[in-house]
Structure formats: C-alpha cells, structure tokens
C-alpha cells in the first residue's frame, strides 16, 4: 500500500510569492496534519484536518492556510512568502484522530527554498 | 504548554553496543507518544507508539518505556548497527489538541564501524 504522498519534493520560490504544496494520505485515512520543519529543530504543528473541517491549528501567521478535499487529500498554501518560511514541510495521516491509538504516518516532504 | 526535552543531542557508539535515548515532557496529561527516525533530508518514519495506559513497547532491535508520572520516556536500542544511524524524535500529543504532535529537537545517533 502506498504511504502518504507529497509533491513536489523541492521548491524554489522568491520573497512575496505564494506556494501550494500537496498530499495525499495513506489510503482509508481520514485525518492530515501539516508541520514545519526548520533545519535542526523538531516538526512544529501548523494545521489538522479531519473530515474536512479543520480541527487545530497551531501558532502561524495568516499567510498560511490550508484546505481538505472531499478525497481526503490536502492542500497546504502560504502566501507572501518570508525567508524564514525555508523549511521542510512535512504531511501526516492517521486513520482516528480522536483515538490515541493510532499512529501518525509522515510522507518524505516538500523541501521550499526561498531566495 | 507541552514541552518536549531529548538528551543528548547526539550520540556516538560502536557497532554491537545497546544504547538508550531519552525523552522528557512537561505536561502528563498524554494520549500518546511516538519515535520517529529521520533519515538526512527525509520524512519521518513511525517506530514505536505507546498509548497512556502503556508501559512499553518492543519492536525487533527497539524497545521503548514510557513513564507518565515522571514525563519521561527511553528508547533502547540493542545490538545497534552502522544503518540505525539517523535522527531520532520523540513526540507528544496532548490531551485537548486534536492531534497535534509535540516534538523534541531529536538525538542524532552515529553508529561506527
């Protein structure tokens, strides 16, 4: 079975620019998150969805929004794009969110530049 | 605010020695916790998860514990081996965050020949 898909795998974008990153999760998984990345730091939160409804949302700007599609795939974007947005933006799935029970499964991640 | 602790920061043993990573968190009140490995420029990949009511989990070559009360959490590793080297992390989700993983920074294990 396929795990939770991301595309592209690498972006490079200059300051003010908007980015849409992608994914897919693993199939009959109803739940995704999106994390940032910073080189040398832990994943930080920045959105879950569930159903198509978002259900958290962590301590980003505006800039970041995010949506999940009737197919449970989701779309991350960021607008205005800072410096500081360069990171690795990971995707995770998992089948119950309200269950503890259940891991979160993490794609391989959309590296974004910013020039 | 959940807070997620890992000492050391990086790690450098021998192939064949057991080693233990650890894993601190401020708040108890946990659905789980998770390891995870990453590999250089890569995505997670899940090894170990262990609800609240657990007190480990084993899997081959791993074995993690999980203490509640304490906020702390171990990953042993047996027989380590050069292809175990990466970095590891540990996470928390939080009662009351939906399901929003807490990290840590990660422990970055070398394994030499």
């Known amino acids: 079975d396929a795990g939770v898909t991301q595309s592209p795998t690498h972006l490079i974008k200059t300051r003010g620019q908007q980015v849409t990153l992608r994914c897919s999760p693993i199939?009959?998984?109803?739940?995704v998150s999106w994390y940032q990345q910073v080189l040398g730091q832990g994943p930080q939160f920045i959105f879950q969805y569930y159903e198509k409804e978002e259900r958290g949302r962590g301590n980003f700007p505006d800039r970041f929004s995010a949506r999940q599609f009737p197919n449970y795939s989701s779309e991350l974007n960021v607008n205005a794009l800072l410096l500081g947005d360069s990171a690795l933006y990971l995707c995770a799935s998992t089948a119950a969110p309200d269950r503890g029970i259940w891991p979160q499964h993490f794609g391989d991640g959309t590296r974004l530049s910013i020039l | 605010k959940q807070e997620v602790t890992q000492i050391p920061a990086a790690l450098s043993v021998p192939e064949g020695e057991n080693l233990v990573l650890n894993c601190s968190f401020t708040?108890?009140?946990?659905?789980?916790l998770q390891w995870f490995r990453q590999d250089p420029g890569k995505g997670l990949t899940s090894l170990l998860l262990i609800q609240s009511s657990q007190r480990e989990q084993t899997s081959g070559r791993l074995n993690a514990s999980l203490d509640k009360s304490s906020g702390r959490s171990t990953l042993y590793i047996a027989a380590s081996q050069p292809g175990d080297s990466a970095t590891y992390l540990c996470a928390v989700r939080t009662t009351g965050t939906a399901s929003k993983l807490t990290f840590g920074t990660g422990t970055r294990l070398q394994v030499t020949l």
């Open positions: 199939s009959g998984h109803k739940s």
């Open positions: 708040d108890s009140a946990i659905y789980n």
